[in-house]
Nanobody, 126 residues
Framework: QVQLVESGGGLVQAGGSLRLSCAAS??????????MGWFRQAPGKEREFVAAIDWIGISTFYADSVKGRFAISRDNAKNTVYLQMNSLKPEDTAVYYC?????????????????WGQGTQVTVSS
């Protein structure tokens, strides 16, 4: 089992920045190579992909809507993945979830992930 805890959400004005963190823990965490990703879900909408990073932190992939504004990174020594969000827009308002699964590949669809955090609210005011 793997537990994920997100932090860093909040209220920010349009054009501002936030940095989300997701700390992973678990008995078998060190035994596997884990891909990680960020998703978001706005009220009344389906959960959508935001960004993904491979197990070693070399390859990344972004949704078109956040490309050039968001950056995903990871610190494997701390079992933590980050999402730096710049130039935030009101349409970025959502609950942001991190996810992980035992894989060395980039994973970009929700069904590919086995473990999810509880989510952190990001609200961007206009």
């Amino acid at each position: 089992q793997v537990q994920l805890v997100e932090s860093g959400g909040g209220l920010v004005q349009a054009g501002g920045s936030l940095r989300l963190s997701c700390a992973a823990s678990g008995r078998f965490l060190s035994s596997y190579s884990y891909a990680m990703g960020w998703f978001r879900q706005a009220p009344g909408k389906e959960r959508e992909f935001v960004a993904a990073i491979d197990w070693i932190g070399i390859s990344t992939f972004y949704a078109d809507s956040v490309k050039g504004r968001f950056a995903i990174s990871r610190d494997n020594a701390k079992n933590t993945v980050y999402l730096q969000m710049n130039s935030l827009k009101p349409e970025d308002t959502a609950v942001y979830y991190c996810a992980t699964s035992a894989s060395r590949q980039l994973l970009i669809t929700p069904h590919e992930y086995d473990y999810w955090g509880q989510g952190t609210q990001v609200t961007v005011s206009s």
